[in-house]
């Protein structure tokens, strides 16, 4: 008789769920099914803006099918290649935070640092996408654990306002209909309380249209540079 404690079953993740049907939509769901799935996703978005949950599931369930022309574009890049070809990660395993914060104030690396901390965010929890084949796993990691270093090269704070205009910047450099729902739709809820939110997203999709592609850049071999000399490199105007 096997008189051995029963082991309880392991406790899903309810992330990790989420993130999974998401998948299973955007990899075998037709169109319809993804944006049923992206709306039912956006509606608990808007009551509860803090859910970064239904932000991942919707760009997995709506960007899936983009993956493979943002990979082409990125492989096009001789440096986009060296990140398709190294997959180098920005968490706490491939980024030194003790490094990065002794760099001096108004470097990359400072400053993306500085984001990060001053704001709590954990680099560690962007990861692949459960589920994701592994070359597009790593791709939509990559792009999600880049996501602060563009809040540090745009400029762009962690208020609503400033993340719909990022959104709008970054559906102006990958053409990604995740980030151009978002913007849209959070133009839609909250321009009754900020009647300067229109024009603050226009001007990001502008200064994502102006600037040269940022999801090829190898951010790792830029810490120690200035952040106004990358922000140069890229042709990112002021925000």
Known sequence: MNTSPTQAPPVSDPLDELQRAAVRVALEGSSLKRYRFVFR????????TGDTGQVLAMAIALNGPHFSRVWLEMASHDEGARVLRERPNLDGKGVD???LRALPDGTLGREYLRFIEDNGLDGDF???PPGLPEDVGY???RLRQSHDVWHAVTGYGPSVRD???????TWAQLG???AKLVAVFGFLRFTWRDPGLLAHIVQGYRRGKKAQPLAPAYWESRWERALSEVQAEFGVEPS
Not at 41 to 48: M, T
Not at 163 to 169: H, I, K, T, Y
């Open 97 to 99: 935070r003790t490094q």
């Open 41 to 48: 996703s956006l509606r608990r978005l808007l009551s509860d």
């Open 176 to 178: 990604v209909p995740h």
């Open 163 to 169: 993340e719909l205009a990022l959104q709008a910047f």
């Open 139 to 141: 791709l939509s990691k």
């Open 126 to 128: 962007f990861q692949a």
